[in-house]
């Protein structure tokens, strides 16, 4: 990522007091952050924190009670329409899909983004980026949790979207697989392609992410580059970090 000042860079994200609330529950307390058009930036922190419900509220899923929140210069509520054709989002759990094979899936997704020669080759993108070799024309009824992951990345990042939002990408995939889902994200961003995901990997983070949001009981405690996380804290890695800040 270029080394400028954050004022001349734009941003594919910018959140401000951002909060919602389930019944009792206030999930999200006045959440401000922004992600830089061309980074990956890595939202963490525990179980119940509010990782998805920031995540879906940027992906137009969830209305928010307050707060606002652009999304690759359009306004979530304004113009909701806008955001959607900007982005991809990966849920947490997706599932797979009914009597469709993974290439089939491909084509049904690049149907809504582009006709003919473009779709296909935005298909052959997907089926390269999904990794699944001749998988790919199976039933995906028959895939494994970590074959449909790999197969929604490939939907998701093949169409090529200004932001890609990322509810952890690796989640259930084993050593190997992870290894290249997480090389397909390093590779994604670009002068205006940006990633933002959550994670629970401090690993997986420390590689992959340009900048990190530190999130606990609905806000964000602190933010900046692994680097400077770990020299605020004094700590060598960022699992340290995490445990001395949501300690
Ligand atoms: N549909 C819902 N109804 C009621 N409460 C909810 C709902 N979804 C989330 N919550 C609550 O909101 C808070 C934030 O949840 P959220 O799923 O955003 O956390 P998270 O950071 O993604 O957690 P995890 O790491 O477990 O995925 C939690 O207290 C959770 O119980
Ligand atoms: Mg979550």
Do not use: W
């Amino acid at each position: 990522m270029a080394d400028v000042p954050t004022d001349m860079v734009s941003q594919a994200v910018q959140v401000d007091g951002l909060r919602k609330h389930y019944g009792d529950v206030q999930a999200l307390q006045g959440l401000s952050f922004e992600v830089r058009s061309d980074e990956i930036f890595g939202l963490v922190g525990p179980n119940g924190a509010g990782k998805t419900t920031t995540l879906r509220t940027l992906a137009t899923l969830l209305n928010k009670d307050d707060g606002t929140v652009t999304v690759a210069g359009s306004d979530v509520d304004g113009d909701p329409d806008a955001v959607r054709r900007a982005i991809r989002y990966l849920p947490e759990d997706a599932g797979a899909y009914e009597s469709m094979s993974g290439r089939q899936f491909l084509e049904f997704v690049a149907d809504f983004y582009v006709q003919g020669s473009e779709a296909a080759s935005m298909v052959e993108r997907g089926v390269e980026i999904a990794d699944l070799g001749d998988r790919i024309d199976d039933d995906t009824k028959a895939y494994s949790k970590g074959m449909t992951r790999k197969l929604l990345i490939g939907s998701a990042l093949m169409t090529d979207p200004a932001l890609a939002i990322l509810d952890e990408p690796t989640s259930g995939l084993d050593v190997q697989n992870s290894k290249v889902v997480r090389e397909v994200v390093k590779e994604f961003p670009d002068a205006d392609r940006s990633i933002l995901l959550s994670s629970h990997d401090m690993l997986e983070v420390e590689y992959l992410c340009d900048r990190v949001g530190l999130l606990s009981d609905g806000g964000i405690v602190t933010s900046g580059s692994p680097e400077e996380l770990m020299a605020e804290s004094d700590a060598e890695n960022l699992e340290d970090v995490f445990l001395e800040v949501v300690a």
